[in-house]
């Protein structure tokens, strides 16, 4: 397994969630709704926004090639069931 860390690009750890879900990063940032799919980019998308406090939820959208507020929603909805507010 590979370590994350904030040092690391942006694709490289979209790219490192995906190989966890047995994944390649064109899926995570593709069009593909699958459930598999859609929880392996939620989960990208929250270590993304935990590594790189400073990218807005709009720039994270946009490397997902998703609208800011379904990453705002995917955030928000990963924040609920950890059970803390997303900022």
Known sequence: ERYISANIAVKEIISIVAEKHGMKY???VGPRRLHRVVAARWEAMRTLHE????????????VFNRDNTTA????GRLARTKGKKCQ
Do not use: E, F
């Not at 590594?51 to 946009?62: E, G, Q, T, Y």
């Not at 705002?72 to 955030?75: D, E, G, P, R, V």
């Open 51 to 62: 590594l790189k406090p400073w990218m807005s939820v709009a720039k994270i959208a946009r």
């Open 26 to 28: 064109g899926d995570l």
């Open 72 to 75: 705002l929603y995917a955030l």
